[in-house]
């Protein structure tokens, strides 16, 4: 069993729609927690991260961490075409520098 | 805006051929770092320098792999000879320090072993 669980997905939502994304874990030493988006053929890019517990928003996304259940949550609102991407989460614990990726999940959000 | 750089951005070669990979991390960031991400997978850390040095090469297969970082800025990755199972998109980040959450991602170079 990996460390870090995602569904590959692809979850294919209409415009305007809100999405949910999941990931679960097995370290109960993670404590950082991050959102990466990829385009095809481009590198990650941070979307949000947040520390322990709690949920945290940014705009149309929220993160959400629920550390009891080993689980953690990005929300989008009122979904648009150019949301379309994999989402990568990731994390690390605080001994160290390197995060854990999922292995991605796939959205397509069509108009 | 300032960018991770990558070249080339495609790599066809052959197996057991020689392939190197480039990397210029944003100025001023000390922390680089090479992973390797496996087409429907997400990326695996190969290396990380603070500055000319290799902090973690733990994952890096080195009979095969090697990386430099001479003067502490841009970066080289070197496979000889490259294997089938090299094929990956291998994606070069750098951080302000070592420790932040924020790591900023160049575009990759996408490796096809024949």
């Known amino acids: 069993q990996k460390e870090v669980e995602q569904d590959p997905g692809p979850l294919s939502v209409p415009e305007g729609a809100i999405v949910s994304l999941n990931c679960t874990y097995s370290?109960?030493?993670?404590?950082?927690f991050m959102w990466y988006r990829q385009y095809s053929r481009k590198g990650p890019e941070l979307l949000m991260y947040?520390?322990?517990?709690g949920n945290k928003e940014d705009g149309r996304f929220t993160a959400q961490v629920d550390k009891s259940s080993k689980y953690i949550s990005l929300f989008i609102r009122d979904s648009q075409p150019s949301d379309s991407a994999t989402y990568l989460c990731?994390?690390?614990?605080?001994?160290?520098?390197?995060?854990?990726f999922g292995r991605g999940t796939s959205l397509i959000v069509h108009p | 805006e300032a960018e991770v750089a990558q070249s080339p951005r495609y790599k066809i070669t052959e197996k057991s051929q020689a392939v190197a990979f480039w990397c210029d991390p944003i100025s001023g960031h000390a922390t680089l770092y090479w992973y390797r991400q496996i087409l429907g997978q997400g990326p695996e850390l190969l290396v990380q320098?603070?500055?000319?040095?290799?902090?973690?090469d733990s994952q890096l297969p080195k009979d095969r792999f090697s990386a430099e970082r001479l003067k502490g800025v841009d970066s080289t990755l070197k496979i000889q000879p490259a294997e089938l199972g090299d094929s990956a998109m291998y994606l070069c980040?750098?951080?302000?320090?070592?420790?932040?959450?924020?790591?900023?991602f160049g575009p990759g170079t996408r490796l096809t072993v024949l």
């Open positions: 370290n109960s030493a993670f404590q950082y």
């Open positions: 947040t520390y322990s517990s």
């Open positions: 990731a994390m690390r614990s605080g001994g160290s520098y390197i995060p854990t």
């Open positions: 980040a750098s951080s302000a320090q070592a420790g932040a959450n924020e790591q900023f």
């Open positions: 320098f603070q500055d000319e040095s290799v902090v973690d």
